[in-house]
Nanobody
Framework: QVQLLESGGGLVQPGESLRLSCAAS????????MYWYRQTPGKERELIAT???????????YYADSVEGRFTASRNNANNTVYLQMNSLKPEDTAVYYC?????????WGQGTQVTVSS
């Protein structure tokens, strides 16, 4: 049974940093790309970061323009965890953050973790 569990959210001031974690289980983690999304009330869930599975040429990462240069995705395949390092946070980064993966054509989501950026 695929499970994703996010942690690391909280309340921070503008300019500060947070690192989110997503612990995965129930599938062969190193074989699958992982995704980070975020959602604010009344808006669609937004894909903000992608990190591929390891390939002979390494991992590939992609970011939304809104977070490029400030957020960094990484993964530890030994402990089945994906991370999102968020620096220089802005009030507009306030959202619920979700990790996601697609296994056997089924989309799996964690329960989300709230990030609030406010002075």
């Amino acid at each position: 049974q695929v499970q994703l569990l996010e942690s690391g959210g909280g309340l921070v001031q503008p300019g500060e940093s947070l690192r989110l974690s997503c612990a995965a289980s129930g599938f062969t983690f190193e074989h699958f790309a992982m995704y980070w999304y975020r959602q604010t009330p009344g808006k669609e869930r937004e894909l903000i970061a992608t990190i591929t599975e390891p390939t002979p040429r390494g991992e590939f990462k992609y970011y939304a323009d809104s977070v490029e240069g400030r957020f960094t995705a990484s993964r530890n395949n030994a402990n089945n965890t994906v991370y999102l390092q968020m620096n220089s946070l802005k009030p507009e980064d306030t959202a619920v953050y979700y990790c996601n993966t697609l296994v056997d054509l089924v989309n799996y989501w964690g329960q989300g973790t709230q990030v609030t950026v406010s002075s």
